[in-house]
């Protein structure tokens, strides 16, 4: 009896350490499917639009009270848009758009876009998102291609090939009298040049927004052509 109950024990615990190595064994594999679907995301990536529209932004405005300082106070306004429209609240909310000159930049033309809150106490900058104004960042799907090729497709007389970057395949396509809208209207051409581009971008600089429960806080990124 006493042999039987061992060897029932035995082979309930091998039967547990089989149960265990096969669970482990189906755990550790990627489906077929998403195996593909990853080797196709990283290897060829569809062509996006990185938005230079702060609109789009759907975070919810910070707390009363709360703002962040103009980094672009003193610097030279080239040109300036704005718009006025209601929050979801009723608070009143300017979005502004400015072409300004700092020479502090490597690329000193900037398109400066602030969220600024209307209230009777007086207004709040409660976001800005900088970015090169005279240039965007390009990706080819052929690297090779010539400049004049793609200037051509893009048909901007102003347009310019500013910097190749061979290491990134990143191409800086700079454009003459740049204006508050030259960054996206140029993000939305190229773009539809699905057949050479792979990627448009903006050159970022830096975004801040004035936090809801903490002090202002920055996030300062340096884009790749200012490295």
Not at 116 to 130: E, F, M, S, W, Y
Not at 184 to 189: G, K, L, M, V
Not at 195 to 207: R, S
Request: one cysteine or more.
């Amino acid at each position: 009896m006493k042999r039987l109950f061992h060897g029932l024990i035995g082979l309930a615990t091998l039967a547990a350490l089989l149960g265990w190595l096969m669970g482990r064994g189906e755990g550790g594999r990627v489906p077929l499917a998403a195996a593909e679907r990853l080797s196709v995301s990283q290897v060829s990536p569809v062509p996006r639009v990185m938005s230079a529209s702060m609109s789009a932004q759907k975070s919810a405005l910070p707390s009363e009270g709360r703002e962040i300082v103009d980094k672009f106070a003193k610097a030279e306004v080239l040109a300036s848009q704005q718009t006025e429209v209601k929050t979801a609240s009723g608070e009143k909310l300017l979005r502004r758009v400015r072409l300004v000159r700092d020479e502090s930049f490597k690329y000193p033309v900037l398109r400066v876009e602030d969220e600024i809150v209307r209230t009777p106490q007086g207004d709040r900058l409660v976001r800005q998102n900088a970015m090169v104004g005279d240039h965007v960042m390009v990706k080819l799907r052929n690297p090779k291609m010539p400049e004049a090729e793609l200037l051509k497709v893009l048909g901007d007389g102003g347009a310019s090939v500013r910097k190749r970057m061979p290491a990134s395949g990143l191409w800086l396509v700079a454009f003459a009298e740049p204006k508050t809208d030259t960054v996206p209207r140029a993000i939305s051409r190229l773009s539809k040049l699905e057949e050479h581009v792979l990627v448009v971008e903006p050159d970022h600089i830096m975004t801040a927004q004035a936090a809801a429960t903490t002090a202002p806080a920055w996030a300062v990124c340096a884009g790749r052509s200012l490295c």
